[in-house]
T-cell receptor, first 112, second 113 residues
Framework: GQQLNQSPQSMFIQEGEDVSMNCTSS?????WLWYKQDPGEGPVLLIA?????ELTSNGRLTAQFGITRKDSFLNISASIPSDVGIYFC????????????FGTGTRLTIIP | DTAVSQTPKYLVTQMGNDKSIKCEQN?????MYWYKQDSKKFLKIMFS???????INETVPNRFSPKSPDKAHLNLHINSLELGDSAVYFC????????????FGQGTRLTVV
């Protein structure tokens, strides 16, 4: 089946630093979504991308839909303690297909 | 006020038992899902229902049986529980259409002992 690989697997950064993570696929996706999961909670949608090349921001978060349709990137600027959590990318291969394939996750830790 | 709610939040049970997890959404969405998150945090879809009709069934053992009495509810029944069933199970819902995004519940942590 399709797999989405996220990198890095984990990040240890200091508060105030910028963060970059990416997600790659072996096949084309038509929709890319970025979720964040806090401990003991379900994933929460951060950003949705629907067109190749699209760049979308949500506060300090910016995500891009790769031109090849096989990758997506998430950047977080000026990280704060509440950014800690696991970030997941998710892709949908076909319009009208409700199946989301999730990435392997990037665990973000902020060092005091 | 809760959008997607699951019960129970925690479930500890012995091998061989049968258990159910309930899910309700008040978002008016047409599509509901069950996802399984393993110990490595990998999320995998199990089932998807659209307006009470099963549309996705991902190679899940037939010990798992989803039931959708109406489009706002999707329950998951698990027979003859095994140790490997221990995981966090998430219910989610999304509106039908091209621009769809899944909204997740808080999860049910199932521990089989």
């Amino acid at each position: 089946g399709q797999q989405l690989n996220q990198s890095p697997q984990s990040m240890f950064i200091q508060e105030g630093e910028d963060v970059s993570m990416n997600c790659t696929s072996s096949s084309i996706f038509n929709t890319w979504l970025w979720y964040k999961q806090d401990p003991g909670e379900g994933p929460v949608l951060l950003i949705a991308l629907y067109k190749a090349g699209e760049l979308t921001s949500n506060g300090r978060l910016t995500a891009q839909f790769g031109i090849t349709r096989k990758d997506s990137f998430l950047n977080i600027s000026a990280s704060i303690p509440s950014d800690v959590g696991i970030y997941f990318c998710a892709g949908r291969a076909e319009f009208g297909n409700e199946k989301l394939t999730f990435g392997t996750g990037t665990r973000l830790t902020i060092i005091p | 006020d809760t959008a997607v709610s699951q019960t129970p939040k925690y479930l500890v049970t012995q091998m061989g038992n049968d258990k159910s997890i309930k899910c309700e959404q008040n978002l008016g969405h047409d599509t509901m899902y069950w996802y399984k998150q393993d110990s490595k945090k990998f999320l995998k879809i199990m089932f998807s229902y659209n307006n009470k009709e099963l549309i996705i069934n991902e190679t899940v053992p037939n010990r798992f049986s989803p039931k959708s009495p109406d489009k706002a509810h999707l329950n998951l029944h698990i027979n003859s529980l095994e140790l490997g069933d221990s995981a966090v199970y998430f219910c989610a819902s999304s509106p039908r259409g091209r621009l769809t995004e899944a909204f997740f519940g808080q999860g049910t942590r199932l521990t089989v002992v």
